[in-house]
T-cell receptor, first 112, second 116 residues
Framework: GQQLNQSPQSMFIQEGEDVSMNCTSSSIFNTWLWYKQDPGEGPVLLIALYKAGELTSNGRLTAQFGITRKDSFLNISASIPSDVGIYFCAGQLRGGSEKLVFGKGTKLTVNP | GAVVSQHPSRVICKSGTSVKIECRSLDFQATTMFWYRQFPKQSLMLMATSNEGSKATYEQGVEKDKFLINHASLTLSTLTVTSAHPEDSSFYIC????????????FGSGTRLTVV
């Protein structure tokens, strides 16, 4: 099946530091979505991207849809303890159905 | 807006019994819903696409007779795990596309199934 390569797999940072994670693929996507999942909960949508080159912010979070339509990144500035969780990228393939392809996730740990 | 409610959040059942999980879109109509399975420390694995008024589309390797999906209305899809076995224990999550502008996919809060 289609693969989204998400990196890094895990991150351990100090409170206040900035964080960057990204997803790449060999396939072209129409939509890139970034989700955060807390233990025992469903994923919560953070940012949705629909156009190549689109740069969108949501508070301390910023994400971009790559120009090639094959990648996306998510930045978190000035991290706080509640940023802890697993972050997933997800994409909808160009010409594909409505179903999403998910990355394997980035586990973020923030030390106070 | 765009809330998806999933019930129950946790269920424990005995081997051989069936379990039904409900997924409801509370403030929008969803012609399409998706069912995922997630193993510990892993990503979400799409099981099937649920289409209102028609048969679900199952992903390769997912047993449709094992995981029965019914999408009888525009706000409700159900997943029934039939004749459950311990290996069916997992975290099951549904999602839906809020329309008409389809801004993102909204997920339910998940159901932790434990088969003993």
């Amino acid at each position: 099946g289609q693969q989204l390569n998400q990196s890094p797999q895990s991150m351990f940072i100090q409170e206040g530091e900035d964080v960057s994670m990204n997803c790449t693929s060999s396939s072209i996507f129409n939509t890139w979505l970034w989700y955060k999942q807390d233990p025992g909960e469903g994923p919560v949508l953070l940012i949705a991207l629909y156009k190549a080159g689109e740069l969108t912010s949501n508070g301390r979070l910023t994400a971009q849809f790559g120009i090639t339509r094959k990648d996306s990144f998510l930045n978190i500035s000035a991290s706080i303890p509640s940023d802890v969780g697993i972050y997933f990228c997800a994409g909808q393939l160009r010409g594909g159905s409505e179903k999403l392809v998910f990355g394997k996730g980035t586990k973020l740990t923030v030390n106070p | 807006g765009a809330v998806v409610s999933q019930h129950p959040s946790r269920v424990i059942c005995k081997s051989g019994t069936s379990v039904k999980i409900e997924c409801r879109s509370l403030d929008f109509q969803a012609t399409t819903m998706f069912w995922y399975r997630q193993f510990p420390k892993q990503s979400l694995m799409l099981m099937a696409t649920s289409n209102e008024g028609s048969k679900a589309t199952y992903e390769q390797g997912v047993e449709k007779d094992k995981f029965l999906i019914n999408h009888a209305s525009l706000t409700l899809s159900t997943l029934t795990v039939t004749s459950a076995h311990p290996e069916d224990s997992s975290f099951y999550i549904c999602s839906a596309i809020p329309g008409p502008r389809k801004r993102g996919y909204t997920f339910g809060s998940g159901t932790r199934l434990t088969v003993v």
